[in-house]
């Protein structure tokens, strides 16, 4: 059975760094990050194959960096020079075919619960 646990969330002021990771219990073909700020869509932030092609979102690039250990069946997210504008909720999403659309939250079928992201300027 397939099960995401995100976790590293919490409060940095602007220019500060976090680590979230998401724990699963089986890697899917297509993994990655999603984020969702009140009142706003879930939107992808960064994708990784199983055999490690990796997708950002333009928003993120240089700053954010994704990585996976497979033995450790761990998915991490590495977010640096952060800005109020990253505040969200950041979703672990999996699933096991190519996405049509590989940042729409709609072609993923595995979710985590969320953690929380603040940034504050």
């Known amino acids: 059975q397939v099960q995401l646990v995100e976790s590293g969330g919490g409060s940095v002021q602007s220019g500060g760094s976090l680590r979230i990771t998401c724990q699963y219990t089986?890697?899917?073909?297509?993994m990655g990050w999603f984020r969702q700020a009140p009142g706003k869509e879930r939107e992808g932030v960064a994708v990784?194959?199983?055999?490690?092609?990796?997708n950002y979102a333009d928003s993120v690039k240089g700053r954010f960096t994704i990585s996976q250990d497979n033995d450790k069946r761990t998915l991490a997210l590495q977010m640096n020079n952060l800005r109020p504008e990253d505040t969200a909720t950041y979703y672990c999403?999996?699933?096991?075919?190519?996405?049509?659309?590989?940042?729409?939250?709609?072609?993923?079928?595995?979710w985590g619960q969320g953690t929380q992201v603040t940034v504050s300027s």
């Open positions: 999403a999996a699933d096991g075919r190519p996405p049509l659309f590989r940042f729409s939250a709609s072609q993923y079928t595995y």
């Open positions: 089986y890697r899917r073909s297509y």
């Open positions: 990784i194959d199983s055999i490690g092609s990796i």
